[in-house]
């Protein structure tokens, strides 16, 4: 009898099938004809694909589908969009996010001939991603999307980009081209993990054993490599005090009692009297770039020993001003600190855990004071709410199984000190996210679709300033498309506040200029969509008016007027730019 066959199928196909094979449990896009074989690929395999109206909020949405599963996500787009993708791009880089972009592109055949919707997409993505090929043979699919795969999820993650020209999108090819070689089997596989050399790490357990004042650093590698909770761990039954580094994902909730807040002088001043006062400061998962003034004082002054502990030798070299390096998966690290301590039984003095509790109350007691001294005023003089109260109002209606997200300029950073206000008060949420690295506006909408998309059973309220909306506000109608119940608290200032206070310290005149909007009626725009609005203008209207949005099941607006206040961070970047905790 002669052998059946082999089917042949379009590389569209050969493209989904290869990514099913990994798993992959969402495509984001905006569907183009470039990429039509490989929808219909994914049509036929059963992979659900999100349509977006744009192809940065596609991107925005894998983006956030990766930070929350810890899993690659796909972003498929055509040429003539992905420039749109490039923003999205960029925040994935920063953030460490295993996003997959893939370009359907201009055909191979003609290329450098002026093809239709040709560029160079290979180059233009090659800064902002790990790995950035063009596939120029079809019968090597499978090959690139396992190399694309591997490369995302290993060492320093981070988004990659493929490129499939479009004649070979559209040729056939065996249905099994490339699984003659190995791997023969590409389904994903455990991510390899860096262990600690005990030469390097026995030393550096002894070290922190004996530290009079240490504290705990966690960056966005703690977050990839899953190791929040023996973070959790350490910080607890070590008694020593934990720190976010700003911007990247919040590791700790504020049940964690040896969780302090943000290492950030600025947004979290108790940090600046911490680091003045330690001796050891371990920063895991982190890079010694802006945020952390680059290792130097006066954020970390002289006084005290730096020691980064980092999964991979990219993030390593980042980190040359530190005092002594690790090369550790963040796993691997809290283990064996835990288990010195098991095995030594050596104590942290409390006295020093209990100083920056006593720090962190002293500042909440003062920030809270001041805040109802505002308050007051407004209330007498009938004036908008101050974006501080505006936050901690909001989340004195959540719940702790619901999400918050926060996207903007002063507007992010007040939730920033409004979570950490709140928290010590009690206040737990079962997440938060919020831009990254490059403090990109527009990714509020897309964050809050994706907490969303995966948490069917919370409540996910974003609180958003009016330019943050304007730059990313399109991506809402995937919330309305989805049916996805998501509240929008526009923190409505009418301009770019952020922008606007740096102008008025900046410009010889105090004034500000090209940075005001148009009284913008967001709360009927979402009416118009089919979803729940309101007008707030009041303090005391706002908690009733969230709670009717959330009750409503729809996708909702509260269009919130507050006043432009400037935020620590930005009032000492516009002040001689001070070089703490931001260049």
Known sequence: MNPQPIPRRRGGYLLALALQEKGIEHVFTLAGGFCNPALEGFMELGVPVINCPHEQVAGHLADGHARLTRKPAVCLIGPEGFANAVPAMMEAWGERSPVIFVTGSSTLKRRGSGGFKEIDDVAIAAPLTKYSYSITDGTRISEFVDRAWKIATSGYGGPVHLSLPVDIMFSSFDEDAGHEERPFHRAATPVPRAWPDPAVLAPLLARIATAKRPMLIGGHGVWWAGAEQLLEQVGSALAIPVFNIPYHQKLLGEHCPA??????????????????????????????????????????????????????????????????????????????????????????????????????????????????????????????????????????????????????????????????????????????????????????????????????????????????????????????????????????????????????????????????????????????????????????????????ALASGKTACLNVKAKGVISPIVAATASKRDKASIE
Request: aromatic share 8%.
């Open 259 to 548: 969780y302090m807040g943000l290492a950030d002088i600025h947004q979290y001043p108790p940090s600046r009297q911490a680091l003045e006062s330690s001796d050891l400061v371990i920063m895991v998962g982190g890079r010694l770039d802006n945020q952390m003034n680059f290792g130097n004082p006066p954020l970390f002054p002289q006084s005290l020993e730096l020691v980064c502990v980092n999964g991979s030798h990219e993030e390593l070299e980042m980190n040359r001003a530190a005092d002594q390096v690790l090369l550790s998966d963040p796993q691997a690290f809290f283990s064996a600190l835990l288990q010195h301590h098991a095995d030594t039984q050596w104590e942290t003095p409390k006295a020093w855990y209990a100083q920056n509790r006593a720090w962190r109350q002293a500042w909440v007691e003062h920030s809270l004071a001041e805040l109802a001294e505002d308050t007051a005023q407004t209330a007498a003089t009938g004036g908008k709410m101050h974006p501080l109260q505006l936050s901690l109002d909001v989340q004195s209606q959540m719940r702790a199984q619901d999400w918050l997200v926060f996207d903007g300029g002063n507007t992010h950073f007040w939730s920033e000190i409004a979570v950490n206000l709140a928290g010590w008060q009690g206040q737990q949420l079962a997440g938060i996210l919020h831009p990254g690295c490059f403090s990109l506006l527009g990714v509020g909408v897309s964050l809050a679709v994706s907490a969303q998309r995966l948490n069917p059973q919370s409540r996910v309220v974003l609180i958003s300033g009016d330019g943050a909306f304007l730059s990313g506000g399109l991506s809402i109608e995937v919330a309305f498309q989805e049916k996805l119940p998501i509240v929008v608290v526009v923190d409505n200032n009418g301009g770019l506040d952020c922008i606007s206070q740096q102008q008025e310290r900046l410009f010889a005149n105090g004034k500000h200029f090209a940075t005001d909007f148009r009284d913008i009626p967001f709360h009927t725009m979402f009416e118009g969509m089919g979803g729940y609005g309101e007008l707030v203008e009041h303090r005391q209207d706002l908690g009733p008016a969230l709670q009717r």
